[in-house]
């Protein structure tokens, strides 16, 4: 009798064969790419081989396209595990850290002195990272420029931001100077000498810093740890310009052109000295461009009219003020200096934290993913020319194929991304102005 298979054997057989196949075309090339999926505290970026063979070394083994399959499959089996390890109300939830870096903040911050070498070297494996990643993309290598301490206006400045965020934790860092003149600055209140002379003379040790870490030479961050400088109080820094722009106009009053200009000068070497150095964030940039343009504004407002008639050399005053017209180019070198900030302080330590508990799974493909939009806008602004348009981040990251977390980090990075080049716009317009301005005073021409 011939041997006829039953339904079932050949149903079983069937399916066994279709999944097999499954397994084998749909499910195993993405298993390849999980071996990207580094362990806690370990980095291991993905390489896909192009099609002549060589390895595209900025290639993102998920796939930006239709998604990774494998690390989706794997999102439906730990999702909910995820939710309930994070649940605030999960008594074996573990709660060393609440979002990617916290733990390493609570590390430097801690008052053991292990647990704060334990974040510094977390800090310094971040800092080797970084130059494999210029490495992996040269467009966004920046060059140190080393500057002996006692030259360093930048490490001077970072040095008294500390003194007082330290001694007012909590708080926004100040040395008491928009308390004092709360309404003044504001234009809300007519102008008091007499009160702004008190007060400087009251406070003149500490205006005698302010002016001398201004009038430093030169500025730079190298080997200054991120942490101290990537968030800073803006208020501080609007205090120091603030106060020297006061002292300048005391001088203007009195005719002490001499001392209005060197007050002028610190003012603006301060603004310079935040916003000017290898990696500035944005908001150094930020703080930089609103206290230079807030610098130029007080002079024509309030520091020239406060001369004496003859006093009001419009060249020796623009070389004090230095209205610069800014190239597309700086932007590319500010873009750098936000990838750099943001990737040593809030990206490479949470990933080289084996105890943070939010660290992404793909660290390799998060990298990739948050640096090729930076390398693309930095090529792009290079070859601009003055007067064009800066280029700017699409509307959304890419975060196809990424962990969950790694998605999450991404969308939280970006936010604002677009609106980053107008800042810099507006202020090369404005800067243009007032080169404008110093141009009718000297001989009466208008810049064109």
């Given at each position: 009798?011939?041997?006829?298979?039953?339904?079932?054997?050949?149903?079983?057989?069937?399916?066994?064969?279709?999944?097999?196949?499954?397994?084998?075309?749909?499910?195993?090339?993405?298993?390849?790419?999980?071996?990207?999926?580094?362990?806690?505290?370990?980095?291991?970026?993905?390489?896909?081989?192009?099609?002549?063979?060589?390895?595209?070394?900025?290639?993102?083994?998920?796939?930006?396209?239709?998604?990774?399959?494998?690390?989706?499959?794997?999102?439906?089996?730990?999702?909910?595990?995820?939710?309930?390890?994070?649940?605030?109300?999960?008594p074996w939830r573990n709660r060393k850290g609440i979002?990617?870096?916290?733990?390493?903040?609570?590390?430097?911050?801690?008052?053991?002195?292990?647990?704060?070498?334990?974040?510094?070297?977390?800090?310094?494996?971040?800092?080797?990272?970084?130059?494999?990643?210029?490495?992996?993309?040269?467009?966004?290598?920046?060059?140190?420029?080393?500057?002996?301490?006692?030259?360093?206006?930048?490490?001077?400045?970072?040095?008294?931001?500390?003194?007082?965020?330290?001694?007012?934790?909590?708080?926004?860092?100040?040395?008491?100077?928009?308390?004092?003149?709360?309404?003044?600055?504001?234009?809300?209140?007519?102008?008091?000498?007499?009160?702004?002379?008190?007060?400087?003379?009251?406070?003149?040790?500490?205006?005698?810093?302010?002016?001398?870490?201004?009038?430093?030479?030169?500025?730079?961050?190298?080997?200054?740890?991120?942490?101290?400088?990537?968030?800073?109080?803006?208020?501080?820094?609007?205090?120091?310009?603030?106060?020297?722009?006061?002292?300048?106009?005391?001088?203007?009053?009195?005719?002490?052109?001499?001392?209005?200009?060197?007050?002028?000068?610190?003012?603006?070497?301060?603004?310079?000295?935040?916003?000017?150095?290898?990696?500035?964030?944005?908001?150094?940039?930020?703080?930089?461009?609103?206290t230079q343009l807030d610098i130029e504004q007080r002079?024509?407002?309030?520091?020239?009219?406060?001369?004496?008639?003859?006093?009001?050399?419009?060249?020796?005053?623009?070389?004090?003020?230095?209205?610069?017209?800014?190239?597309?180019?700086?932007?590319?070198?500010?873009?750098?200096?936000?990838?750099?900030?943001?990737?040593?302080?809030?990206?490479?330590?949470?990933?080289?934290?084996?105890?943070?508990?939010?660290?992404?799974?793909?660290?390799?493909?998060?990298?990739?993913?948050?640096?090729?939009?930076?390398?693309?806008?930095?090529?792009?602004?290079?070859?601009?020319?003055?007067?064009?348009?800066?280029?700017?981040?699409?509307?959304?990251?890419?975060?196809?194929?990424?962990?969950?977390?790694?998605?999450?980090?991404?969308?939280?990075?970006?936010?604002?991304?677009?609106?980053?080049?107008?800042?810099?716009?507006?202020?090369?317009?404005?800067?243009?102005?007032?080169?404008?301005?110093?141009?009718?005073?000297?001989?009466?021409?208008?810049?064109?």
């Open positions: 009798m011939k041997y006829r298979p039953s339904k079932w054997f050949s149903g079983i057989v069937l399916t066994g064969g279709l999944a097999s196949l499954v397994l084998w075309f749909g499910i195993l090339p993405d298993l390849e790419e999980v071996r990207v999926m580094s362990q806690p505290g370990e980095i291991v970026f993905p390489e896909v081989k192009a099609s002549g063979g060589k390895g595209d070394k900025r290639a993102v083994a998920a796939n930006f396209d239709g998604g990774n399959r494998a690390v989706m499959m794997g999102e439906l089996l730990d999702e909910g595990w995820d939710n309930l390890m994070r649940w605030k109300f999960n979002y990617p870096g916290d733990h390493l903040r609570k590390l430097l911050a801690s008052d053991d002195p292990a647990d704060v070498a334990k974040g510094r070297d977390i800090q310094r494996r971040a800092e080797y990272w970084m130059r494999k990643l210029m490495e992996r993309y040269p467009e966004l290598a920046m060059k140190p420029h080393p500057v002996p301490d006692e030259r360093n206006g930048f490490l001077k400045w970072v040095e008294f931001h500390d003194r007082f965020k330290n001694a007012m934790p909590g708080k926004v860092a100040s040395f008491g100077f928009s308390e004092a003149f709360p309404n003044n600055l504001a234009e809300k209140t007519p102008w008091d000498p007499k009160a702004a002379s008190e007060w400087m003379k009251a406070n003149s040790a500490i205006m005698d810093e302010i002016r001398a870490m201004g009038l430093l030479p030169d500025a730079s961050s190298d080997g200054i740890a991120v942490d101290r400088y990537g968030f800073i109080h803006a208020r501080l820094a609007k205090e120091c310009t603030d106060a020297l722009m006061m002292e300048a106009r005391l001088a203007a009053e009195n005719g002490d052109v001499a001392a209005a200009m060197e007050s002028v000068r610190a003012a603006r070497g301060l603004s310079g000295h935040l916003g000017d150095v290898e990696s500035a964030s944005l908001l150094q940039t930020t703080v930089r461009i609103l002079v024509f407002s309030e520091i020239l009219p406060a001369l004496p008639d003859g006093s009001r050399d419009p060249s020796a005053w623009e070389a004090v003020v230095r209205p610069e017209i800014r190239p597309p180019s700086d932007f590319a070198r500010i873009m750098k200096g936000e990838w750099s900030v943001t990737l040593r302080e809030w990206v490479l330590p949470p990933i080289l934290d084996a105890e943070d508990t939010m660290s992404p799974p793909d660290p390799g493909a998060l990298l990739d993913a948050y640096t090729r939009p930076f390398a693309e806008l930095v090529q792009n602004a290079a070859n601009l020319k003055p007067g064009e348009d800066l280029p700017s981040f699409c509307d959304a990251p890419q975060t196809a194929g990424l962990s969950r977390t790694s998605r999450q980090m991404m969308e939280m990075l970006f936010i604002g991304s677009r609106a980053w080049g107008r800042g810099h716009g507006r202020a090369v317009s404005s800067q243009g102005l007032t080169q404008a301005a110093f141009s009718v005073m000297k001989d009466g021409t208008v810049p064109v």
